[in-house]
């Protein structure tokens, strides 16, 4: 009787997070991944269910996984971003250094899905537009577990942690630091022009 019973709740978390990773426009690849559910079943439960939850029409997602390490770090937004979305890894203990050090983060994969999903979902409460789809967060993710060319930093002007290129020596500065120059300087642009404006119609 409780074997039946931890085998149903078993299916109803493996099906509930395909669910959920099929609103967030996951790839069958990745949602087989995490849920062990084979392709088939992944495909009746997008016919299925799709059109029910989202108010738009759920897309899959076909043909290639993002690739591209430069994509994170391509400008100061992305990098932002990226960097917000890799201290949410790392607060829901995603990152491998992390498990190292918390031994809950021994998990089944359906366990680890749903954190993944929880830490995305996060991200993207925080940002006003976010522009990271979860196929991205997810190849981010992996990215960061393979410590590979992205490599998390603390800044030492702000003390906030975003990502940098391990590699690349010239641009080391942080995100959060150059977005506050930028606005600073919008401002400082922007009193300028009015005081002009003011100027030249007490001059008129
Ligand atoms: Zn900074």
Redesign the pocket.
């Known amino acids: 009787m409780n074997h039946s019973n931890d085998s149903y709740r078993h299916e109803r978390h493996r099906q509930d997070l395909a669910l959920r990773m099929i609103r967030h426009e996951a790839r069958t690849c990745t949602i087989r991944e995490c849920t062990g559910l084979t392709d088939d079943r992944i495909r009746r439960l997008y016919r299925s269910y799709a059109h029910e939850l989202s108010e738009g029409p759920v897309r899959r997602r076909r043909g290639k996984s993002p690739r591209q390490t430069t994509f994170f770090i391509r400008n100061t937004r992305a990098q932002f971003e990226s960097s917000l979305l890799a201290s949410a890894f790392a607060a829901f203990g995603l990152l491998q250094g992390e498990a190292k050090k918390s031994p809950r983060l021994q998990i089944s994969a359906v366990e680890y899905g749903r954190l993944f999903c929880d830490a995305y979902e996060t991200h993207q409460q925080l940002l006003d537009s976010p522009t990271l789809s979860f196929e991205h967060a997810w190849f981010l993710l992996q990215l960061l577990n393979r410590n590979g060319e992205l490599q998390p930093a603390r ?6 942690y ?1 990502l940098r290129n391990r590699f690349n020596v010239w641009r080391h ?6 977005l ?1 120059r930028m606005r600073a300087r919008c401002r400082k642009s922007r009193r300028l022009r009015q005081c002009s404006n003011s100027r030249a119609v007490s001059h008129g």
């Open positions: 800044c030492r002007h702000c003390d906030s975003y500065t942080c995100p959060t630091c150059r506050k």
